[in-house]
């Protein structure tokens, strides 16, 4: 056991302990609080709903500190405990070359990672969110999704699978940049395909036909500066009763997407509120900015792999005997997570950063008590709580709490007044 072995134990020692820490947290906070609706929300959000949310929270959170158990210990039983050495040994006595021997042992090391978190999916599917109410996929669906979506990622992902792996073995020492380009390209791509080719494979999009509404968000989108290549609703009441709405694409290729969810859950003025919301994410230019932000973190992160491929004791000290293109794209895909969790709570703030921006945009546009509104409405159909642990929400919520992100909003309403 090297030095690299002993860094890595504590690491991922270190992380489940603090995941699991601010589980418990978040767990003892949000059922201390589930007795009453919190003062800010009183008479807005039913007691029932309040307490159904705490339960939700609660249930999911804590499936979710089983889930970080399991996955620690399948960590390092690929690393340490061998996984990864048999699997690649198994490949390499077949004597195919290193590139389709590399995505043979790839493809293998994904499959049975994609076959061991099937009893999750399904625990959090057909129990967790049908216990709450909000499942409706049926197992036909869920399993043709999950077919349909193995289909779609070796289609797209052999390719980029056989370029990464050729140019790290035949472009010299700064195979890395290579790389990083064509991980940059392909993730441009994506935001211009995923809408007009991936996303109809599992969901129905059909034009807004509510004329009223539509008039109404044309308007926003022209004042806003906004141009899109449509507006949509999508079926999905189909697999989830949760609503949302989100942009997609890229370039001429944008699109506005509604799920049929939220446009029942909220009024037509609402709905435009939520999307000045949206609107604000693309004048404020956020996008762009974490576009550039994982951009320039996936540029260093590849720097490093790019001299680490040629360190022994990379190899030696996660459980791996022989060195390989390979074998270093793939230890450095499962070592990623460990270290990246360590900036969770800056990537986190830095998301509700964005959402307050977002919000103050949304309040020039559209009053924001609409706003208000159609967040009290989604915290409750989306069973939200509205008391999380305040540690364990700086760490991991990309969005700000209920109390404080209404607070906000409603100093933005005196501003304007």
């Known amino acids: 056991m090297n030095t690299l072995s002993q860094i890595f134990i504590i690491l991922v020692g270190l992380t489940l302990a603090i995941q699991l ?30 307490q159904k949310a705490a339960d939700y929270t609660v249930a999911r959170t804590r499936f979710g500190r089983i889930e970080t158990v399991v996955g620690t210990i399948l960590l390092f039983a690929w690393t340490l405990g061998g996984g990864l050495e048999l699997v690649d040994q198994q490949w390499r006595q077949l004597g195919w070359d290193p590139i389709w021997t590399g995505i043979g042992f790839m493809l293998t090391i994904m499959l049975i990672m994609s076959v061991i978190d099937i009893p999750s999916s399904l625990y959090r599917t057909f129990n967790i969110e049908s216990r709450f109410g909000f499942n409706k996929t049926t197992l036909p ?136 919301h949206e609107l604000g994410h693309f004048r404020m230019h956020h996008i762009r900015k974490r576009l550039i932000g994982m951009g320039l973190i996936s540029l260093g992160s590849l720097a490093v792999l790019g001299w680490l491929i040629d360190q022994s004791w990379f190899y030696t000290g996660l459980g791996v005997s ?5 074998m270093a794209l793939m230890l450095f895909m499962i070592l990623a997570p460990v270290f990246g969790f360590f900036l969770t709570p800056l990537m986190s703030m830095l998301s509700r950063k ?30 939200s709580t509205l008391t999380p642990d305040p540690i364990y929400s700086n760490f991991y919520d990309s969005h700000p709490p209920a109390p404080v992100r209404i607070e906000h909003l409603k100093k933005q309403m005196q501003v304007a007044n």
Not at 21 to 49: C, M, T, Y
Not at 262 to 275: C, F, G, R
């Open 141 to 276: 669906t869920f399993i043709a999704d999950l077919f349909k979506g193995m289909l779609v990622t070796m289609a797209i992902g052999l390719p980029l699978l056989w370029v990464v792996l050729w140019i790290m073995q035949s472009a010299g020492s700064l195979w890395w940049l290579y790389v990083w380009a064509v991980w940059f390209g392909f993730s441009l791509l994506m935001m211009w395909a995923y809408p007009a080719f991936i996303a109809p494979l599992f969901n129905k999009f059909e034009p807004l036909e509510n004329s009223d509404l539509k008039d109404g968000i044309e308007k926003l989108l022209t004042q806003c500066g906004f141009k899109s290549n449509g507006i949509f609703v999508m079926d999905g009441s189909r697999r989830s009763a949760h609503g949302n709405a989100y942009f997609s694409g890229i370039g001429n290729k944008k699109q506005i997407v509604f799920f049929d969810t939220l446009m029942k859950q909220l009024e037509a003025d609402e709905i435009e509120a939520v999307l000045a």
């Open 322 to 326: 022989t060195a390989s293109t390979y």
């Open 354 to 383: 964005h959402e307050f921006e977002a919000d103050a945009y949304a309040s020039k546009q559209r009053n924001a008590n609409l706003l208000i509104k159609a967040l009290v409405k989604m915290y409750e159909e989306n069973a």
């Open 21 to 50: 820490w601010l589980a418990a947290r978040h767990i003892r906070h949000v059922e201390k609080n589930r007795s009453s609706v919190p003062d800010e929300f009183e008479g807005q959000i039913p007691l029932e709903a309040h």
